[in-house]
């Protein structure tokens, strides 16, 4: 069954409990016993001896889905009373012989049992529709919470982001200048991060879009002036947050530490980055630029740059397989499980 059909059978099915012990349901009622008397009275002269309740069963059953219990209960009554005094022989009189005794007991037996069976249904289908929106209140809550956590992050982030800045001002020595810089950059960056990756509704951007926003964030940020170019190429799909924000920034520290060597003495450079969804279930990232390439030599297991070192325990963290190499350029691969 399709997500659609059960949103259609849940509203209908709701839609007759609301018309349950209501004016609705007692008119429903009164209307199904009319007919199935005046079809029983039609068809005496046709339907051979032995079907007095023949018609009336229809008409409980069905008051009792419309109009619940009560109504279900009324004309299960009415139809016995009619059943006996005008269908059941002697006719006209509610004379009772073992035949009629006998008749009667298991038509109520049946509906007893029906109706017992149609009020207990109902009660539990109103119970578990209960649970179901007790469910999405506390699903609602927990996205509200989760989002105002998501804004409170990326607003605590910003705030240390900039004293940082405000610190680097006030200290002479260049490397620690350089280091509190470094240090306020990323945690923008992450701030950004937790930003992007939800929109003010709670939902997730996909994560190819947001790829494409971050990397022209970075490249904006590091003051090349437009001379390095961002191309991103992604199949459209979505990662946990779990994975989505180690993810983003490795890419972080890959593309800033392709600013900041790559390009050096060149007027133009590009940075490439290809998103694609494997067979297995995985998911390749790859990032490559066109410039000067990896010093001679370079291992990533003995990298020295912090920013490096940051993105190969990222990748520990969400079992990615992390590498670079030299490819007409630096070439980094980044493969992991999507899940």
Partial sequence: ????SERAERSFLRRLLDTHGTK????????AFAVAFLLRDILDGTLPPGYP????????????????LAPGIAVAVLSTIASWYFFIPPFDT?????????ALGFFVVIMTVDLAVIHYMFRSMGALESERQKSRELARSRDLMFE?????????????????RMQRNSVDDEGARKALDEAATRLALIGNIHRKLHDPNGQQLPFGTFIKELCHDIVDASGTGGKVVCMVEADELFLSAERAVPVGLILTEVVSNALEHAFEGRERGTISIDLRREADEGVLLTIADDGKGLPEGFELRQARSLGLVVAQRFAEQIGAVFSMENRNGAFTRLRFANG
Avoid: C, K, Y
């Fill in 1 to 4: 069954m399709t997500e659609t």
């Fill in 24 to 31: 609705l349901g007692w008119g429903f009622g009164v209307v």
């Fill in 53 to 68: 309740f023949l018609t009336f069963f229809p008409a409980v059953i069905l008051t009792a889905f419309v109009g619940g």
């Fill in 94 to 102: 509610f004379a009772i012989t073992d035949a009629t005794a006998l």
């Fill in 148 to 164: 105002e956590m998501q804004h409170r992050i990326s607003n605590n982030l910003a705030v240390v982001s900039a004293l940082l």
